[in-house]
């Protein structure tokens, strides 16, 4: 049998570095809490008093929505038009700058 030399070597453990990343990014997503975006919202609202203050479109369709409370706790899920949202984040101390992006079509 051939002694394995470097390549062989780097080969390998770029192959097991890749399977390790692919296993960890789907137990990742399957981590992520999906749910009906109107229960979402109420309890946000109602439990929390958050209201939302920013949302975006994404590139694949679905909104990111930033939900807000007055004592600085803070939400940001992802929804879909069917009505499913999912979350991503969730924490305190939401800081708010006040900047807001100029637009270019303005002047």
Known sequence: MKKPN???TLIIGALV???ACVIM???AYALVPCTNREAVVERLTTV???MQVATGIAANGSA???FVSPSGTWTVFTSSGEGSACMLASGTDWSR???VPEDPEAH
Request: zero cysteines.
């Open 48 to 50: 929390y008093g958050e």
């Open 64 to 66: 990111f929505e930033v």
């Open 25 to 27: 990014t789907a137990r």
């Open 6 to 8: 470097l390549i062989d």
């Open 17 to 19: 570095l890749i399977t």
């Open 97 to 99: 700058f006040g900047i």
